[in-house]
């Protein structure tokens, strides 16, 4: 009677650094923007640096990579969102005249205030 063997179906287990990055990479886009991007990316290299360090005893490299793409995008956004504020404020800025001894009338932001009042 011959016996066939078959390899084990074990999965090894994840690394919980990589499990909080990737939580982290998605509430960074959703509930917890600059902390969660943050975390996100600090966790995910840190998970990488300890699967890399333990080969063949820990798994969710892959959990880790979109950590850190995750976290990336989220930070990717921040500025984004930064400059935009920056633009509109500098825009607002340029737009109001500042010197009130010479401000005239009509190039003062009166008319603007009767217009949506």
Same mark, same amino acid.
């Given at each position: 009677?011959?016996?066939?063997?078959?390899?084990?179906?074990?999965?090894?287990?994840?690394?919980?650094?990589?499990?909080?990055? @990737? &939580?982290?990479? =998605?509430?960074?886009?959703?509930?917890?923007?600059?902390?969660?991007?943050? /975390?996100?990316?600090?966790?995910?290299?840190?998970?990488?640096?300890? /699967?890399? !360090?333990?080969?063949?005893?820990?798994?969710? !490299?892959?959990?880790?990579?979109?950590?850190?793409?995750?976290?990336?995008?989220?930070?990717?956004?921040?500025?984004?969102?930064?400059?935009?504020?920056?633009? /509109? @404020?500098?825009? =607002?800025?340029?737009? &109001?005249?500042?010197?009130?001894?010479?401000?005239?009338?009509?190039?003062? &932001?009166?008319?603007?205030? !009767? &217009? /949506?009042?």
């Amino acid at each position: 009677m011959s016996q066939n063997y078959y390899p084990s179906s074990q999965s090894l287990p994840n690394s919980t650094m990589a499990i909080i990055s @990737l &939580i982290m990479g =998605i509430l960074g886009l959703t509930f917890f923007p600059v902390i969660g991007s943050i /975390i996100a990316l600090f966790t995910g290299y840190m998970a990488k640096k300890e /699967i890399h !360090e333990s080969p063949g005893l820990l798994a969710g !490299e892959g959990m880790a990579t979109a950590g850190i793409i995750l976290g990336w995008i989220g930070v990717l956004f921040l500025v984004l969102f930064a400059c935009m504020f920056c633009l /509109i @404020l500098l825009a =607002i800025l340029f737009l &109001i005249p500042f010197s009130t001894s010479t401000m005239d009338y009509n190039t003062s &932001i009166l008319p603007l205030l !009767e &217009i /949506i009042l």
